[in-house]
């Protein structure tokens, strides 16, 4: 049979398990990824409301309670993070899939995203220099310099969550309180050390049921003494 305190344990090996895939890696602030432009590259907002009812417990350890207390905070500020970035991507649905189908085809497959931008600039100067250049020239660079601005956004939005949420720049200048992934790995260190104290006959839940069976047989062996006394000492007024 498992424990209350072995339940809550598993309970937090699997919301580690599955955050592990954001959460575990360092990001540091000078990393860029390709992907990011993609609007179809999504990170989902992570539940945590099962860890209040761990911390109200009492059954792990100070220490884990104090990360667990950063984590809910930190996980807050990152899901707020994914609903700024929600609202963004699809504030219109015809440039999310404009997007889509410019990351997927070869425009952006063979090329830096760079380049987009400079052949950009390239149509650009052609437009100002030639006047006899035709108007449905001038909207497909409106339209592309539109599409790029808004995937551009796109990877600077992931590239905040990923580096400002949870890597170091995540750091809210207190020592003491850790960034996201600093956190997350403090969790699963404390987390081990957990499993081994409850592990054995003589785990926490069991030092915690003697505990209890001890504070309530000392006052009954009180009243068993009283009740003893009182009936030695009637004892001896009938003699």
């Known amino acids: 049979m498992i424990s209350e305190r072995g339940k809550i344990i598993n309970s937090l090996e699997a919301i580690l398990n599955v955050t592990k895939e954001w959460f575990a890696s360092s990001y540091p602030k000078d990393i860029d990824k390709s992907e990011w432009f993609d609007p179809q590259r999504y990170v989902f907002k992570v539940d945590f409301s099962i860890l209040p009812n761990i911390i109200n417990s009492n059954l792990v350890s100070r220490e884990l309670t104090v990360q667990l207390t950063y984590f809910i905070q930190l996980i807050t500020r990152f899901n707020q993070s994914i609903n700024q970035f929600s609202d963004y991507v699809f504030s219109d ?80 200048g207190d020592d003491k309180f850790p960034h996201l992934n600093k956190c997350f790995h403090n969790i699963i260190t404390l987390v081990i050390c957990e499993k081994k104290n409850n592990k054995g006959f003589f785990n926490d839940d069991f030092r915690y049921m003697i505990g209890d069976l001890i504070f309530l047989l000392i006052p009954a062996i009180i009243i068993l003494v009283l009740i003893f006394d009182f009936a030695c000492q009637s004892k001896v007024c009938l003699l």
């Open 93 to 172: 649905i015809d440039l999310y899939r404009k997007a889509k189908d410019f990351y997927d085809g070869k425009d952006f497959e063979n090329k830096k995203f760079v380049d987009c931008y400079n052949e950009l600039d390239k149509l650009k100067n052609e437009i100002i220099t030639n006047k006899e250049v035709s108007g449905e020239r001038i909207l497909i660079m409106e339209e592309k310099k539109k599409l790029l601005f808004y995937m551009n956004n796109c990877y600077f939005f992931k590239k905040s969550i990923h580096t400002a949420t949870i890597g170091e720049m995540g750091h809210y």
